[in-house]
């Protein structure tokens, strides 16, 4: 059991787990702020270039109380573009740090490594030919 335990300690406090957990969180307070960016400030202006309609009021009237609000999915949808737009970004900026540290930290090669490249090079050069 205590080998059980320690395995679960490393799992839960080292590696992936905590970053996901870290993620989940930052995530949630994203979908908070985009959801109010779409709802207050991106929404408004267009419903206003469009005649005046609020997006959330849209719906299609089905009878009785029964609606297909399309306009909520019209704000999701948005919400999604922003989101996925982001998260693009992101991942774009971590990845060009992450470039820029492995160059930092890629080991020299040695010698004999760079005469095989060079070997290499100059066979490929000749087959070519």
Excluded at 32 to 50: D, E, F, K
Excluded at 97 to 111: G, I, M, Q, V, Y
């Amino acid at each position: 059991m205590k080998r059980f335990l320690k395995e679960f300690e490393t799992f839960a406090l080292h590696g992936n787990a905590m970053d996901l957990a870290i993620g989940v969180v930052i995530g949630a307070a994203f979908n908070q702020i985009t959801n109010s960016l779409v709802a207050n400030v991106i929404t408004p202006p267009v419903g206003l270039l469009l005649g005046g309609f609020d997006f959330a009021k849209l719906s299609l009237p089905l009878g009785g109380s029964a609606v297909i609000a399309y306009g909520l999915f019209i704000q999701a949808l948005v919400n999604f573009i922003i989101i996925a737009f982001a998260l693009f970004v992101f991942v774009k900026i971590m990845n060009r740090l992450r470039l820029r540290e492995n160059a930092k930290t890629a080991p020299a090669k040695s010698p004999e490594v760079r005469v095989l490249e060079e070997i290499r090079d100059e066979l490929r050069r000749t087959s070519r030919s």
